[in-house]
């Protein structure tokens, strides 16, 4: 009887990855991006002091600017007929009609020694990104006394 050889099975090869280069890589490019990339401070510090809930028997010593935020996002200042419309364009986070009022009320303010007070009235709808914008303005002008109100003085 002739003798059969069973032919063994040759392993196959199969193709290896060496990740081991890959891994470095990824931790290198990890490393880069972190230590080329700033954090952008996106808002300030808000450093006010707001007001406490006991009403104060006191008047202030400088007549308080009123700024009011609507529905729409659009800004105005004072109150009743003095009213006047500022600052309109929601799509920019700029603020440059109130900017420059805020700063001239402030140098004012401080001219006739005594701290700008601000009184902010924000309609119920209106976009709180909206008020945030605002809070900068006044954060950039060093304005800490502001007070949220819900009462519009018709004068």
């Given amino acids: ?15 290896e990855l060496d990740i081991s280069s890959l891994i470095d890589i990824c931790f290198l490019l990890l490393i880069y991006f972190l230590v080329t990339t700033t954090i952008k401070k ?40 003095a009213q006047e419309i500022l600052d309109t364009d929601t799509s920019s986070r700029e603020v440059p009609q109130l900017s420059q009022r ?6 004012m303010a401080r001219a006739a020694d005594s701290q700008p007070l601000v009184q902010l009235y924000v309609e119920g709808d209106a976009k709180q990104q909206r008020v945030v914008d605002v809070l900068n303005a006044l954060a950039k002008e060093k304005i800490e006394k502001v007070t949220f109100t819900d009462l519009i003085d018709a004068e």
Wanted: aromatic content about 4%; proline content about 8%; hydrophobic content about 40%.
């Fill in 102 to 107: 805020l700063e001239l009320y402030a140098s």
């Fill in 1 to 15: 009887m002739a003798r059969h050889r069973r032919a063994e099975a040759l392993e196959e090869d199969e193709p």
């Fill in 42 to 81: 996106k808002e300030r510090d808000l450093d006010m002091a707001l007001p406490s809930a006991a009403p104060s028997d006191q008047q202030p010593d400088i007549q308080p600017m009123f700024i009011k935020i609507d529905v729409n996002g659009s800004i105005y200042l004072n109150s009743g007929a």
